[in-house]
């Protein structure tokens, strides 16, 4: 059987329960490949029996709401799977299987949270704000993952005076710290007014880039395996 | 705001310095700017491959000292400028508030007497802390001969303070730098360890260097042996403290006849960071990696050396040797021992769970069983040969540059290189 959900963890949670005892299970959120003769099922969320997962998986793993939510926001093709196997085996065995690397189903999904867990902290460091008219910071992002409201914590503790905006461009979405609050909106896209010093301050940014390379050790390869391609896009210094 | 013309001065002559690292500090946003970020945080990376976390800067290149190595020494025909602290501050802040950099790493040549110098940059962080209000982070360079109550008064503000050794010896530091002594880099070094450990006991408030202290060395300006800058790397982390120990391998920026005319290789630099980690991180001492006159093998990482050296040890059984044993073990590293003391507490393993959980065997294959079964070879000499970088002695290497060049540009080795990770 084929399980088409909307990717929420509350339809995730009831599919598992329907997928449970399906050893044929197929989960999705994205495509799938229909074959002759395959069943498929829509799954919606349904409040109360994702508590009832939610309870049952809890009592056996005081962690796994938060590896599914970090399962979940991961944009490998695969990620349905590896969570539903993730949580298949973590209800069959009845104790937490976190550390049970030998295990097909948790590598997966350790390396699955592994990926999702690096690019948190790459983009700690990629985010490139620009500074608008008002004083607010701006900046676009479009990471492989769905990471931008995780990005708000560690921005805010830093920058409590300064309101920013995170903006995923990709999935169309924003997280929004206005000075006081933080929220996640829908965003497609951003009409920004910079401010007067904003351009000065990114050709600064660029000149001192090239002034503290050092020529005569040309590692491109190394460069890029550190900072891949992808991420450049809104990065002042590979820009022009 | 700083001039273009200016950054670029003082950024070409910072570049050098090989430290970057802005881990160690959890300081607390106090409703300023900025905090500390304890496991560091790159930024960008440029196309030699290096990270940019901290913005690297001398307050001035207008030198009294004449270290023949440096491109900012008093004989040299250079422009010579130096920033105000206004602009030192206003420039971290732009840069911090648009997550470019992690925070300042400020060194300076010494302009005008070492008091002066540490005057300048002890003003620089004291305004940005109090009237700039940046809890960021911040790695200040201490001038030698500079007074010690400047060095104190200047921990009190930065997150990380060095003195760069930047020779391995003595007799070098006075041939190639005549104007640092021995102490001049020694004696603040000890005053800082000993003010740390006396402000930590009195718990009192604020902050004295949280992320302490590192040095520097320049490695093949000078001749002394691989053994002898471990066994200084390993009294400098035992006696001092110290965080890290950087090597940089030198680079002929100036022309002199104390001085070689040949960059020194990279592999070497490499090789030393390995034993340097091996020192840190995996229980080694340096009289187990080499002789005191000896140098590292070039052709084999040092605890693959070691490990040839003492095959009588090997093979050890993964799913019962010790996490200490496992670490031992070529080929398996810090993270991989870990891995393997998880995994195995819930089922046997083999070398194909081995490898599923990433444990690379290239290496460690010939130096462990998994449940009782061997995969390496058992002929010692084939073992060699097969684990050999392919790199036989420093006459074949410096003839041959750009072969080993083609061997750090190899993606992991010149991740490991940079890391330092074996």
């Keep these: 059987m084929i399980y088409f959900y909307d990717g929420s963890k509350d339809a995730f949670l009831t599919a598992f329960l329907l997928a449970y005892n399906d050893g044929d299970a197929t989960l999705t959120s994205g495509s799938a490949q229909l074959s002759i003769g395959s069943q498929t099922v829509f799954v919606q969320a349904d409040f109360s029996r994702a508590r009832r997962a939610e309870k049952r998986l809890l009592a056996i793993d005081k962690g796994s709401m938060r590896d599914l939510s970090v399962l979940l926001r991961s944009g490998d093709g695969d990620r349905d799977m590896v969570a539903l196997d993730y949580f298949k085996f973590l209800a069959k065995t009845g104790r937490p299987v976190r550390e049970m690397l030998a295990e097909d189903c948790v590598l997966a999904a350790a390396e699955c949270m592994r990926r999702v867990g690096n690019e948190v902290h790459r983009f700690h460091g990629f985010v490139r704000f620009m500074e608008t008219g008002c004083g607010a910071l701006y900046a676009p992002i479009s990471p492989d993952n769905d990471i931008c409201d995780l990005l708000v914590p560690h921005f805010r503790a830093r920058l409590p005076g300064f309101p920013f905006v995170i903006h995923d461009v990709k999935r169309k979405k924003a997280a929004v710290y206005d000075g006081e609050h933080t929220f996640l909106a829908p965003l497609d896209r951003a009409e920004i007014v910079l401010s007067a010093g904003e351009e000065k301050w990114q050709a600064l940014w660029r000149d001192y880039y090239d002034g503290v390379n050092i020529p005569s050790r040309k590692r491109l390869k190394q460069m890029r395996g550190y900072m891949p391609v992808r991420y450049w896009k809104f990065m002042p210094e590979k820009k022009g | ?422």
């Design chain 2, 1 to 422: 705001m700083i001039s273009e013309s200016k950054l670029k001065i003082l950024t070409e002559s910072a570049k050098y310095d090989v430290s970057c690292s802005s881990s160690g500090s959890k300081r607390k946003n106090g409703g300023g700017i900025g905090n500390g970020y304890a496991a560091g945080c790159c930024h960008s990376f440029t196309p030699d491959g290096r990270c940019i976390s901290l913005l690297k800067i001398l307050m001035s290149n207008d030198c009294v000292f004449n270290c023949k190595y440096c491109m900012s020494r008093a004989d040299a025909d250079v422009p010579r400028v130096s920033a105000t602290p206004e602009e030192i501050c206003e420039l971290t802040i732009d840069f911090y508030k648009r997550n470019y950099i992690e925070g300042l790493f400020l060194s300076s040549a010494v302009h005008k007497s070492p008091d002066y110098t540490m005057e300048q940059l002890l003003l620089t962080v004291k305004k940005l802390r109090t009237e700039y209000g940046f809890y960021g982070y911040i790695h200040l360079k201490g001038i030698p001969h500079a007074h010690e109550s400047l060095v104190r008064e200047a921990a009190k503000y930065a997150d990380r303070m060095s003195y760069n050794i930047e020779l391995p010896s003595e007799k070098s530091l006075k041939l190639l730098a005549p104007q640092k002594s021995r102490e001049s880099l020694l004696l603040p070094m000890e005053q800082l360890r000993r003010e740390k450990v006396a402000f930590q006991e009195e718990k009192h408030k604020g902050h004295f260097l949280p992320a302490g202290q590192t040095t520097q060395m320049i490695v093949g300006a000078s001749p002394e042996k691989d053994g002898q800058i471990i066994r200084l790397t390993q009294s400098l982390y035992r006696t001092f403290g110290l965080k890290r120990v950087y090597y940089s391998s030198y680079v002929p920026v100036v022309r002199d006849p104390l001085l070689p005319d040949m960059p020194t290789g990279e592999l070497r630099e490499h090789r030393l960071y390995q034993a340097d980690w091996l020192l840190r991180f995996y229980g080694f001492d340096a009289e187990e990696l080499l002789e005191e006159d000896g140098d590292l093998s070039l052709e084999f990482d040092p605890k693959c050396a070691w490990a040839l050296r003492n095959l009588h040890l090997f093979p050890v059984e993964v799913n019962k040797a010790p996490v200490e044993v496992l670490l031992r073990v070529p080929g398996i590293g810090a993270r991989s021992a870990y891995k393997i003391a998880e995994a195995r507490k819930y089922a046997s393993l083999t070398f194909e769970t081995l490898a599923k959980m990433r444990v690379v065997l290239k290496r460690a294959r010939h130096f462990i069983t998994a449940g009782g079964k061997f995969y390496g070879s058992e002929n010692s000499a084939a073992v060699r040969g097969m684990l050999s970088s392919g790199v036989r002695t420093p006459v074949q290497m410096s003839m041959f540059a750009d072969g080993q060049n083609a061997l750090l540009s190899d993606f992991e080795t010149a991740r490991s290189a940079l890391t330092g990770e074996l």
